[in-house]
């Protein structure tokens, strides 16, 4: 091999490693933004959360402009609750591959500091969480959100089936992996209704599955123990990804 070979071989060889940090930086930087901006569903790295302190990323916010803009389909002018009871919170969760994902949620104010400790919790136990996005990401539509497998909580909405104003109207009440913890309900005429409406293969609650929340476990002892109710002991029917607080 001569001289001229030797140069021109070390001169692709810098070319690749200088390509390949650029796109080290470049996925470093972009890491960096979404953390600044706080892009919900995007995943980031243990150490872009180390470098930007794990503390930052479970925060409690008014509603400001931008995401009172985004809550065009979730909130609308009421008698019930009013923007500035509302809170916007920043939270991190794991997927189910230990993944880290940017969270967010709108609650009312009166649980805002106690969603944002469980979700420390459930987040430093590896808890995973599919998704956790405004439910606006949806159009409000609670059958495409749960279906979607998104954790959420503010919905001006009524109670499934009925006029009552729900829970969820008030931020009170917030539904966890719902796709894997459907609503279930037995109608006069013996059939289940259920929603998300894919959900069947989860109705059946004593088989093991990714996202399951169990009586006992992590999510449901946290919940519990800081004043919420669960839907899955209800006896009317089960709602196993809702967990609300009483107003």
């Not at 609308?76 to 920043?90: G, K, Q, W």
């Not at 995973?128 to 749960?146: C, F, K, N």
Request: hydrophobic share 40%; charged share 25%; glycine share 4%.
């Amino acid at each position: 091999m001569n001289m001229t070979t030797m140069m021109k071989k070390a001169d692709r060889l810098m070319k690749t490693l200088c390509a390949a940090v650029v796109m080290v930086l470049a996925v470093t930087a972009a890491s960096a933004a979404d953390l600044d901006s706080w892009r919900a569903g995007t995943v980031v790295s243990a150490q872009e959360v180390t470098r930007y302190g794990v503390d930052r990323c479970f925060a409690i916010e008014q509603i400001s402009d931008a995401v009172f803009a985004r809550m065009c389909y979730s909130y609308m002018p009421n008698p019930h609750i009013a923007r500035a009871d509302l809170r916007y919170l920043r939270l991190l969760h794991r997927d189910a591959h230990d993944r880290i994902v940017l969270g967010e949620m709108v609650c009312h104010r009166r649980i805002a500091a106690d969603l944002v400790a469980i979700f420390r919790q459930l987040y430093d136990a590896h808890y995973p969480i599919a998704r956790m996005v405004l439910v606006d990401e949806y159009r409000a539509d609670d059958e495409t959100s749960m279906r979607a497998n998104n954790t959420s909580c503010f919905c001006y909405r009524t109670v499934a089936g009925s006029r009552k104003v729900s829970a969820h109207a008030m931020g009170m009440a917030v539904d966890i992996n719902p796709l894997y913890n459907p609503y279930v309900k037995r109608r006069a005429n013996g059939r289940l209704f259920i929603q998300p409406a894919n959900a069947e293969p989860y109705t059946h609650r004593e088989l093991r599955f990714d996202y399951k929340i169990e009586r006992g476990d992590l999510c449901h002892r946290l919940f519990l123990q800081h004043g919420f109710s669960w839907g899955g002991a209800w006896r009317s029917l089960k709602d196993y990804q809702h967990f609300e607080k009483s107003f």
